[in-house]
């Protein structure tokens, strides 16, 4: 089993930055492919960005592509999500999600997952 904490989150305004930071409690963090999704309040959790074990492989939704970037560090146990040009409809809470399998972006799918980390975008 494995455990994810994220950190990170904050408020910021339109146009701003952050990098949300997600630590796993394994060693062995590189056999799993990691994502992160988001859900704001009242809807569902939707996939953001993808990346395997390697990182050799990422994947974006359309929304955040060019603004996002998916990333990790094995020898840390990590994998980060750098946000650029923060837009309000960006706010929601982040959370991070691992599993041996790719599971794309189907959060269902996902057995290991973060408690969140609140990210807030004014206008």
């Known amino acids: 089993q494995v455990q994810l904490v994220e950190s990170g989150g904050g408020l910021v305004q339109a146009g701003g930055s952050l990098r949300l930071s997600c630590a796993a409690s394994k060693r062995t963090f590189i056999i799993y492919n990691m994502a992160w999704f988001r859900q704001a309040p009242g809807k569902e959790r939707d996939i953001v960005a993808t990346?395997?074990?390697?990182?050799?492989?990422?994947y974006y939704t359309d929304s955040v592509k060019g603004r996002f970037t998916i990333s990790r560090d094995n020898a840390k146990n990590t994998v980060y999500l750098q946000m650029n040009s923060l837009k309000p409809e960006d706010t929601a809470v982040y959370h991070c999600a691992a599993d041996l399998n790719y599971r794309g972006a189907t959060a269902a799918s996902y057995r290991y997952w973060g408690q969140g980390t609140q990210v807030t975008v004014s206008s």
């Open positions: 990346i395997t074990r390697s990182g050799e492989s990422t």
